[in-house]
């Protein structure tokens, strides 16, 4: 199947079957969020897997009690930074210098520039900065599930102290963004399967500047 074809072939499931996706599938899906583009390439967020069904369990109710939270084989949850720290600036920087063994000038004044910018900024400023990036890896792992033929379930609708409290991730210094189920749908069950996708027309999306 062609990028489109699949795209096409995805929806967001409002009902799955509880079927396991197999572990090299999730390691794809996996992989794409991790090779999403970043500001900086700080990758300012970590994703929690949750296939522990009492967590998942625990999860629901504070996530407008959505069935798929239940029935998808893995939960994932994307945490942003709740800020940025000049440790976390430095760690991401040092691990360049040390993957590319090398030190350049221009990307060291470049660290300084973020080391002089970021730590300063509001908390809240820098989380719904670092939140954005979590949105591209997000999205990305979205495509790579189409593409690997799995369902999932782009999902906000959560609570998302509760949630923080539930995987402790303030103790972190995370904040969680949104969740992704991985699963496979239940077409018997869910109302959206067979539905046309309406998405706006061209016209109304884009403006051509020629
Ligand atoms: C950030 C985000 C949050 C969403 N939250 C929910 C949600 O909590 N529950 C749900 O059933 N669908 C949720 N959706 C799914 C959208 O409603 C759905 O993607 C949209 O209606 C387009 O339909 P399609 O994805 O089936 O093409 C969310 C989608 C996105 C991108």
């Given at each position: 199947m062609e990028l489109i074809e699949k795209l096409n072939w995805r929806y967001a499931s409002k009902?799955?079957?509880g079927k396991k996706v197999d572990q090299h599938k999730i390691d794809t899906i996996i992989e794409a969020a991790s090779l999403a583009p970043t500001s900086s390439g700080l990758q300012p967020f970590e994703i929690f897997v949750i296939t522990n069904q009492e967590i998942k369990e625990q999860i629901r109710p504070i996530a407008w009690n959505q069935s798929v939270i239940s029935d998808c084989s893995h939960l994932l949850v994307f945490a942003a930074w709740d800020t940025y720290t000049a440790e976390r600036i430095n760690k991401m920087f040092d691990l360049t210098n040390s993957i590319r063994g090398t030190k350049n000038e221009g990307w060291e004044n470049y660290r300084q520039m973020l080391l002089n910018s970021y730590p300063q900024k509001d908390a809240e400023e820098n989380f719904n900065h670092a939140a954005k990036q979590a949105y591209i890896a997000f999205s990305q792992s979205i495509a790579a599930a189409a593409f690997e033929g799995v369902d999932s379930t782009p999902l906000e609708g959560f609570d998302p102290a509760g949630l923080d409290e539930i995987l402790n991730l303030r103790e972190k210094g995370l904040r969680s963004c949104v969740m992704l189920p991985l699963g496979y749908r239940d077409s018997e069950k869910?109302?959206?399967?067979?539905l046309t996708k309406v998405r706006k027309s061209k016209e109304d999306l884009l403006t051509l500047i020629e």
């Open positions: 009902a799955m079957n869910d109302w959206l399967v067979n």
